[in-house]
């Protein structure tokens, strides 16, 4: 219980800051909507994009970087720091089909355009070596799934503490997306499927609960397990862009292994613009050499581009996420929440 009293005051402490900085962009670009042509192009960027930002940042926009449910929450209102604060969005999908939805359902018109896919990079678990042998002798055929994942990750006998971000984080929101698609075998979903299905919600409650925390003292779960060791997480699920270059960069003797759970899912990156005078500036910015080369140099994998050190080319990215869609995923956020108290 302390540790999600301090995940709450820390999330709280997030938005008020996030809102905070953007009042001062807004004041620098001389404020007013998308369609003002003058002042420096606004980019947002989910947390896990913080790299892309910070390229950019020194020579083409101003730049702002924060959770991807923190950015939801204000591009679903027509409020200042909604649409018109912004140029564009730097974030794994389905997060803008999130905001739209949202918005269609307050009456609002849409305000996001999601452009082409700008990188992938799987969903891996991490993961100590002799727990990795705990799963594959729990594991069906002792091959590592999302399902079985959840599975041993909510049984405390079975001595795994699982991780993940939080579902506000767009990483953390595709490991539960993954973990939930596992579970029924399939992405095709509606709402019923998880509302209905006692079984289900038994077991979603169980492997949210055995989450020691959603915000480790050292930024994610991937570094409170290099910092601290098996003490902190045994399994945690993250993106093969963060966890590979860790895991290759650490110091210590004893590491984590980088696994990829079946099916194979990726967090794909996109980038929503606001309708308006800017919009193609931002997408050139974004898409420029300085921003595909700081996204593929920071792990995640683009078309053309150099894959960053620690990245290999294999396994093959599937044709599709093989997450839920849009809908599902915004609930099950909601819903990964209500069981974690």
């Not at 909507?33 to 989910?46: H, K, P, Q, T």
């Not at 727990?131 to 594959?136: D, K, N, T, W």
């Not at 049984?155 to 997306?177: I, M, N, R, W, Y």
Request: aromatic share 4%.
């Amino acid at each position: 219980m302390a540790a999600r009293l301090l995940a709450l005051i820390a999330a709280v402490a997030m938005v008020v800051g996030s809102l905070a900085v953007r009042s001062g962009l807004d004041q620098s670009s001389g404020g007013g909507g998308s369609g003002n042509g003058g002042g420096e192009l606004r980019l947002v960027c989910a947390t896990e994009l913080a790299a892309v930002c910070d390229a950019l940042g020194k020579t083409k926009a101003k730049v702002l970087v924060e959770p991807a449910g923190v950015t939801a929450a204000r591009l679903s209102t027509d409020s200042p720091t909604g649409p018109a604060s912004l140029d564009g969005w730097l974030v794994p999908s389905p997060w803008p089909e999130i905001v739209q939805s949202a918005r269609k359902r307050s009456g609002l018109e849409p305000q996001l355009k999601a452009g082409a896919t700008l990188g992938r990079s799987p969903l891996v678990l991490a993961v100590w070596p002799d727990r990795l042998g705990v799963l594959r002798q729990r594991c069906a055929g002792g091959q590592v799934t999302w399902r079985c994942f959840g599975d041993v990750g909510g049984q405390p006998a079975a001595q795994v503490k699982p991780g993940h971000a939080d579902v506000d984080e767009a990483v953390g929101l595709a490991t539960v997306g993954a973990a939930t698609a596992g579970f029924f075998g399939r992405t095709d979903l509606i709402r019923a499927d998880l509302e209905d299905n006692d079984e289900y919600r038994s077991w979603l409650t169980r492997l949210e609960r055995a989450v020691p925390t959603f915000r480790p003292t050292s930024g994610t779960a991937v570094r409170d397990m290099l910092l601290k060791g098996p003490a902190a997480f045994d399994a945690v699920g993250t993106t093969e862009a963060e966890a590979a270059p860790l895991v290759a960069m650490a110091a210590r003797p004893d590491k984590p292994v980088v696994i990829y759970p079946s099916p194979v899912t990726t967090v794909d990156v996109v980038l929503a613009t606001v309708p308006g005078s800017r919009a193609k500036g931002i997408s050139a910015a974004v898409g420029s050499d300085t921003g595909l080369d700081a996204l593929a140099g920071s792990g995640w994998r683009v078309p053309q581009r150099r894959p960053a050190k620690a990245i290999p080319s294999q396994p093959d990215l599937p044709a599709a996420s093989g997450l839920p869609d849009a809908g599902i995923l915004d609930f099950l956020r909601t819903l990964s929440k209500e069981v974690a108290r």
